[in-house]
């Protein structure tokens, strides 16, 4: 840890996680963009008895530019329908499930909102984590101050592109668990897996002891447990939008992940 | 004047309190590559002799200042114009591009993208792209191809492949949306050859100091016609790289340096601080900071952002931001084709429409201005006779 720097406390996500992982669980994320329907919150619950680990939930932003097409057009779809930021948490406020909340969005939300009113007000919502996903570490120290201070864990990505050093620098920033980038370019299905996405796991584990989960080109269960082999967890985005923006409903949203959670359970009894 | 201005920006690429990196981390070991490889090519007397050459015997390098001598009648000031409409490929971008493409070779990169509006910077970077061998793929929102479809053409003859972006408003910023993501993807062999001073660190730097160049030859041209600086320096900003090109040669000098904005396109007019495309400064956007669309005739100044050292530039007050209407634009079009026989591209018809306004308001009469005519308006005349209709 550096020196002067405060120390980890692990709040309520990584905790989650953590025990989870430790009782040797694959983790299931799945992830969804908050108000692209009318009955997005009954997807967040029905996903949590799905056999979720935790849920990220993105906040829409009019220049989603990670996003490939299936999210940009979730987030256009929210944002068309009105959704705003103060929406969406005063909806996941209602929400009592037994698994973390994470929002994911892009900077400019939070830097418009202010440090501390955003982190404040996921916490007030019953939101334990945040992913900014075009706040580098560069520019991420003090919205991480006031994250902690709100006892909202900031995770942190880490890229194919990312040197070692840089990796570990990041880790030693990043709270509830560490995003590992599965793929060079923007979120979206893809036929098979990137051999990316196993090498990433295999480079965090060697690296931290944080949760590692993949994200970006995992779209069906045999490419969850290809990757879960090899790291601590999995975040399924695209695949799951997908399905949502072609009318599946909650519950069939609730079985397309337990399907997956069933995959991994299977393959990793723990 | 303070000599840090338009300087380097500090170790996090910040402008004062604007700049810096907003990247998803699968871009940040590239912006720092980039960093790092213009910081040497810059220092290294070679690279600038071989771009010198290039913008010489190539791009037709130095372009002349021109004194308008029927319009500054009219108008009661002394006019002069840095003729960039002169540059190959007929638009300041050239300046640019030519430097990224050599960059570009220069760390192993065989591949441009770039993002266009007017479709300027679009036709400059295939042209490099031509001149150096390497592949070019351009984005260029929907709106844009079919209001500059020769453009389009022009792009394509040259050996690029233009794809059109339907995402978002299909205008600009999200062709730079566009062009990021390919940038993710193909990060490894490509280059991003950004066309205006904005995104994250270092590209506002890096095009900054690459379009220096109109600004030092006109402070120098500018000397050889008044003995002296000229009163006002003006220059159209949509990004605002040819402003910040003409600014940096006379940002240590008394001139007033004015910047004009587009009124449907005004950042700094309409905008408040925020975070996209990888940069913090003024930005259009709604109360939670949803990025809005902007609007005007000119394609190539509709971005709802400005380069981040416009927004300190601003800030600490060493230059004014302006805008001007379309209506005027068209006016100043006229005007200068009448009394000077030359066709202004729309972007810097904006600064000219704000000159011609204030003439003998905010500009004295008899003060001398320096207006930088950054491209030239051929591209632009079918549109202009369609809307003078």
Redesign the interface.
């Known amino acids: 840890m550096t020196v002067g720097a405060r120390a980890p406390v692990a709040g309520q996500m990584e905790k989650h996680l953590r025990s989870r992982r430790d009782g040797g669980r694959k983790l299931l994320i799945p992830y969804v963009t908050a108000g692209m329907r009318g009955d997005w919150i009954h997807v967040v619950r029905a996903l949590a008895d799905g056999g979720a680990d935790a849920i990220e939930v993105g906040i829409p932003f009019s220049d989603p530019m990670i996003d490939g097409p299936t999210i940009q057009a979730a987030s256009l779809q929210a944002l068309r329908r009105g959704t705003t930021p103060t929406q969406v948490l005063s909806e996941l406020s209602t929400v009592d499930v037994d698994v973390p909340l994470c929002v994911m969005s892009y900077y400019n939300i939070v830097f418009r909102a202010g440090h501390r009113r955003f982190a404040r007000s996921l916490a007030q919502a019953g939101v334990s984590g945040a992913i900014v996903v075009d706040l580098s570490l560069e520019e991420a120290r003090d919205w991480c101050a006031e994250a902690d201070d709100a006892g909202v864990a900031t995770v942190l990505l880490v890229a194919p592109s990312t040197p070692d050093d840089r990796a570990a620098r990041i880790c030693e920033r990043s709270r509830g668990f560490v995003y590992g980038v599965g793929r060079m370019g923007v979120t979206g299905e893809r036929a098979t897996l990137a051999g990316s996405a196993v090498e990433m796991a295999r480079r965090l584990r060697g690296i931290t002891d944080l949760p590692v989960c993949i994200g970006i080109g995992i779209s069906s269960a045999e490419q969850a447990v290809e990757v879960a082999a090899e790291s601590d967890g999995v975040v399924v985005g695209s695949a799951l939008v997908r399905r949502l923006l072609e009318g599946a409903d909650a519950e069939e949203a609730a079985r397309f992940i337990g399907g997956i959670r069933d995959r991994l359970d299977a393959a990793f009894p723990g | 004047m303070s000599a840090s201005l338009m300087g380097p920006p500090d170790a996090?690429g910040r402008f004062g309190e604007f700049g810096?990196?907003?990247?998803?981390?699968?871009?940040?070991?590239?912006c720092l590559e980039l960093e790092a490889a213009f910081a040497e090519a810059w220092s290294d007397p070679s690279f600038h002799e071989e771009l010198d050459a290039v913008l010489r015997h190539y791009g037709g390098r130095p372009t002349p200042v021109t004194e308008c001598r029927r319009l500054s009648e009219r108008l009661g000031i002394r006019l002069l114009l840095k003729r960039e409409d002169l540059t190959h490929t007929g638009s300041h971008k050239l300046n640019n591009v030519i430097g990224q493409a050599l960059l570009a070779r220069r760390m192993g990169k065989a591949r441009l993208v770039a993002e266009t509006g007017a479709g300027q910077h679009g036709v400059a970077t295939a042209t490099a792209a031509a001149l150096f061998g390497m592949q070019c793929v351009v984005y260029m929102g929907e709106v844009d191809t079919a209001r500059q479809e020769l453009n389009v053409f022009r792009m394509e003859l040259l050996g690029a492949e233009v794809r059109p972006v339907k995402?978002?408003s299909r205008t600009l910023?999200?062709a730079v949306?566009e062009a990021?993501?390919d940038w993710?993807?193909?990060?490894?062999h490509t280059h991003y050859c950004i066309g205006s001073v904005m995104g994250p660190h270092p590209y506002p730097y890096i095009v900054r100091e690459l379009q220096r160049v109109v600004g030092e030859e006109a402070r120098r041209q500018c000397r050889d016609i008044l003995g002296s600086d000229p009163q006002w320096i003006v220059a159209c900003v949509g990004g605002g790289s040819n402003a910040a090109g003409t600014f940096a040669g006379f940002v240590d000098t008394e001139a007033v340096l004015v910047g004009v904005e587009a009124a449907g396109g005004a950042a700094m007019g309409h905008g408040v601080?925020?975070?996209?495309?990888?940069m913090?400064s003024y930005?259009m956007?709604d109360?939670?900071?949803?990025?809005e669309e902007a609007e005007s005739i000119s394609a190539g100044l509709d971005y709802p952002g400005i380069g981040p050292e416009h927004a300190h530039l601003a800030t600490v007050g060493r230059a004014r931001y302006e805008q001007a209407t379309d209506a005027e634009v068209l006016e100043a079009f006229r005007a200068l084709a009448e009394t000077e026989g030359i066709l202004p591209a729309l972007e810097p018809a904006h600064a000219l429409a704000w000159v011609i306004r204030e003439a003998g308001r905010a500009i004295p009469e008899g003060d001398c201005v320096l207006l930088t005519l950054s491209g030239r308006g051929d591209k632009d005349v079918a549109q202009v006779r369609d809307l003078m209709r």
């Open positions: 996090e810096g990196r907003f990247v998803p981390e699968s871009l940040m070991p590239a995402s978002g910023k999200d949306n990021l993501r993710v993807a193909e990060v490894a601080p925020g975070v996209v495309h990888g913090k930005l956007q109360e939670v900071g949803q990025i």
